[in-house]
Nanobody
Framework: VQLQASGGGLIQAGDSLRLSCAAS????????MGWFRQAPGKEREFVAG???????TYSQSVKGRFTISRDNAKNAVYLQMNSLKPEDTAIYYC??????????????????WGQGTQVTVSS
């Protein structure tokens, strides 16, 4: 099982970026999929999650700016990030949960992880 995250980069505050996560090895169409991020010196934190039916949950810090989506036919999940701020700077990870209905927000509920993609937002 592999999750490959991509789309990160160096951008300016206020810009937008779209992250992609491609899954291979098995289908994740019924699994909750999530995006987490980890800034230097901080713990990994939940950003957004989506279940197999399209139900979404966001952290308060990104609600209204980020949108998570999935394409089950492509076994992929995306994170559209708008109005980016310097405090959004982090390594972003996609992950697959062993759960399928309720979107989980804790690291421990996800058992498959991608390698991460760096997002740096300059002021």
């Amino acid at each position: 099982v592999q999750l490959q995250a991509s789309g990160g980069g160096l951008i300016q505050a206020g810009d937008s970026l779209r992250l992609s996560c491609a899954a291979s090895g098995r289908t994740f169409s019924t699994n909750v999929m999530g995006w987490f991020r980890q800034a230097p010196g901080k713990e990994r934190e939940f950003v957004a999650g989506i279940n197999g039916n399209g139900g979404r949950t966001y952290s308060q810090s990104v609600k209204g700016r980020f949108t998570i989506s999935r394409d089950n036919a492509k076994n992929a999940v995306y994170l559209q990030m708008n109005s980016l701020k310097p405090e959004d700077t982090a390594i972003y990870y996609c992950a697959a949960s062993r759960y399928s209905t309720v979107v989980r927000t804790v690291v421990e509920d996800y058992n498959d992880w991608g390698q991460g993609t760096q997002v740096t937002v300059s002021s």
